[in-house]
């Protein structure tokens, strides 16, 4: 009887543990996840024209840009260069300027994936 409790706590330990691992190495990437969401989202409305959503989208995005920033000291110039970007798609989004937007949107997004995949 005290074999199978042995068992089954070492067995529920070691699923607790590794259902943990991804949320405590997430953590350190939550913002970065958030800026490419919402970036991706700001594209996708971007290409549809919708350029009030776009400019929700990046405003979010750049918000979370800017504390992966500080998060991604050795990504730091691909989280730099997003920001610009971001702004940029900013700008032409209240300009109502959504093919240019989109472009900027879509650098920002590269860039962000680069950062995060150093």
Partial sequence: MKLKQTISIMTISALA?????????????QHAAEAIEHAESAKTHGDAGHTKVLLEHAQESLKHAKAAEKEYA?????????????????????????????????????????????
């Fill in 74 to 118: 050795e990504a730091h110039q691909h989280m730099t260069e997003s920001i610009k970007h971001l702004e940029e798609a900013i700008a032409h989004a209240k300009q109502g300027h959504a093919d240019v937007a989109t472009k900027h949107t879509t650098e920002a997004l590269k860039h962000m994936q680069d950062a995060t995949a150093e």
């Fill in 17 to 29: 543990f590794y259902l943990s691992s991804p949320a405590i190495a997430s953590n350190s990437n």
